[in-house]
């Protein structure tokens, strides 16, 4: 099953050289950068814009962290259930949460997500790129800015998006594991470990809607570095409220000022993804590969992949990861909540010093 990711990534990379090997042709670009491919050369221009002016001097911040999430809240407004009911599913990483921003941003899923689609628009209206296709080079590139993550894949050709997705197709962090497995399988094929592949994404992320009196709440430590902390960090004991009581999909978090998802805590505990999600605590090179894999999948969702071309040699390499799994100060192996029943948690060191609390990432 992991499996099934990984090899469709790669028959996608081989599809895409095959389609485009007849014009392919190894290009040197007007800014002096190679590429394999000479239609990927317009990207750099809009690279250097964006890490100039979206993402404050190609910083790993809110706007980084933002555009990550845009290009999930995208892709996943797709569902063959729906269209097999007679209705429409919605076009997939298709741009028409920025193209129908007005119907889009307004479903409750989507909350806070008009600010990031504010920020992107006029990037798209500069220059002679598809909503769908900058929201995930947005996405490729802010990531990049993260120390430890991976190069993600970007491919180009996807065409304007015809209507809005329908409502209801973006999870909530109340829903219950059932549901949000469900809707994933739905929408990419995905299987549980796939999604927890892509919860990765929240080792870089922040809340500020969930409980609005904190915003900028990070969910691990470390949201500024793509690491391991958040599965370590949500296998943890949830002792305290950072901010207000009673918030839906909130749950306790084991760290003052660090926000936790209910969808996180339950899905580090079900038994159909805790070994996955336990996998990661201790394995940030997995945790790369696999995110990196599952991320080349959902970008796709809804497109022909056959149309596209391979421009992932225009998306910058992260600095390396700085430090490693550990616990924050005060906690340790006791304070874990075991949910994997075949493998014990790894073992890990404390940060020294008094228990940690966690700043909130600055907001735009
Ligand atoms: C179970 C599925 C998921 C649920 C329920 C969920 C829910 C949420 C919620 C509630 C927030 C906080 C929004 C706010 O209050 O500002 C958030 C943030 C975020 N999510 Fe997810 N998410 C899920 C899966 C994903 C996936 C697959 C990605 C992959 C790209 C992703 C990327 C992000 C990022 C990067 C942020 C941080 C945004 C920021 O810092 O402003 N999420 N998510
Ligand atoms: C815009 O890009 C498309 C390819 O995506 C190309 O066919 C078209 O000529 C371009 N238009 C302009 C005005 O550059
Ligand atoms: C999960 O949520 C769905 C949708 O709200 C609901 O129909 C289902 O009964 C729930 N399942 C469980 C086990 O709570
Ligand atoms: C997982 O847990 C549920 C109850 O929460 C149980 O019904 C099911 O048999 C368990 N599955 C496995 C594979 O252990």
Redesign the pocket.
């Known amino acids: 099953m992991a499996f099934s990711v990984l090899a469709s990534l790669v028959s996608l990379l081989a599809a895409l050289q095959a389609a485009n090997g007849a014009i392919t042709r190894k290009a040197t670009c007007p800014d002096g950068s190679t590429v394999t491919n000479e239609a990927c050369c317009f990207l750099f221009p809009i690279l250097e814009d964006i890490q100039a002016n979206l993402f404050e001097g190609s910083q790993c911040g ?1 706007e980084a ?2 555009s ?2 845009l ?2 809240h995208d892709a996943i407004g797709f569902s063959p259930a729906l269209t097999a009911e007679g209705q429409f599913g919605g076009g997939g990483a298709d741009g028409s949460i920025i193209t129908f921003a007005s119907t889009e941003t307004a479903y409750a899923a989507n ?2 997500i008009d600010e990031i689609v504010n920020l992107q628009a006029p990037f798209v209206a500069k220059y002679n790129i598809s909503a769908g296709d900058f929201i995930q080079f947005a996405g490729a590139v802010g990531l990049s800015n993260c120390p430890g993550a991976p190069q993600l894949d970007f491919v180009i050709g996807r065409p304007a998006a015809t209507a809005a997705a329908p409502d209801g197709l973006v ?3 109340f ?1 219950n594991v059932t549901s ?1 497995l469900a809707r994933f399988n739905d929408a990419g094929g995905f299987d549980p470990q796939h999604v927890v592949w ?2 990765s ?2 080792s ?7 409980d609005p009196t904190i915003p900028g709440s990070p969910f691990d430590s470390t949201p500024g570095n793509f690491d391991t902390q958040f599965f370590i960090e949500t296998q943890l004991t949830g002792t305290l409220w950072p901010g207000t009581v009673g918030n839906p ?1 909130e749950v306790e978090s084991p760290i003052a000022g660090e926000i936790r ?1 209910q ?1 996180d805590f339950l899905l580090a505990r079900d038994n159909r993804t805790a070994c996955e999600w336990q996998s990661f605590a201790d394995d940030l090179s997995r945790q790369q590969t696999l995110f990196k894999a599952a991320m080349s999948t959902l970008a796709t969702i809804g497109q022909d992949t056959a149309t596209l071309t391979d421009c992932s040699d225009v998306i910058p390499v992260p600095p390396a990861a700085e430090g490693t799994p550990h616990f924050p100060a005060g906690l340790t192996n006791a304070d874990v909540d075991q949910a994997c029943t075949t493998a014990a948690f790894p073992t890990l060191s404390t940060d020294p010093g008094p228990a940690t609390s966690v700043a909130p ?1 600055p907001t735009p």
């Open positions: 809110a962290h933002e990550l999430r290009t999930f909350a806070g999870p909530e962090p829903d949000i892509l919860l994404s929240h870089v992320a922040a809340a500020s809607f969930v999909g998802l969808s990432v």
